[in-house]
């Protein structure tokens, strides 16, 4: 896997939609740099809020891999303050 393979999957399965460039986040959607590739894998399979469910219709195990391992080797910033976190009070 390389990370230009992770981060076009991330832009092209929609998630840069809602969590925004490097997974920043936006008004709608937390910020997801923190989050290792089990979490990332874990709610997008169940998510319990808002977040549509990206199941294996849309996006295959294999190719959930990429943009998990993008989004947990993305740097966290120093300064987030995070927001309430659904994969942890799962
Ligand atoms: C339609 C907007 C939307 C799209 C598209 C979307 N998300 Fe989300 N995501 C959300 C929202 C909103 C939340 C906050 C929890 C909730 O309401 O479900 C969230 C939460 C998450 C979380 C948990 C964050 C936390 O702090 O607990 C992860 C991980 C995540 N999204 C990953 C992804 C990935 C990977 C994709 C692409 C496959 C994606 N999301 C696509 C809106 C979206």
């Known amino acids: 896997m390389t990370e230009t393979a992770g981060i076009r999957l991330y832009i092209a399965a929609g998630c840069v939609a809602c969590h925004g460039a490097d997974g920043r986040g936006s008004t709608f959607a937390p910020m997801l740099p923190g989050h290792n590739a089990e979490q990332v894998k874990r709610y997008v399979r169940n998510p319990v809020g808002k977040m549509p469910r990206f199941?294996?219709?849309k996006?295959?195990?294999a190719d959930l891999e990429t943009p998990a391992a993008y989004i947990?080797?993305?740097p966290v910033p120093e300064t987030a303050s995070r927001p309430p976190d659904a994969v942890e009070a799962m």
Do not use: I, M, Q, W
């Open 72 to 74: 947990a080797a993305l």
């Open 59 to 61: 996006l295959s195990d």
């Open 55 to 57: 199941g294996n219709d």
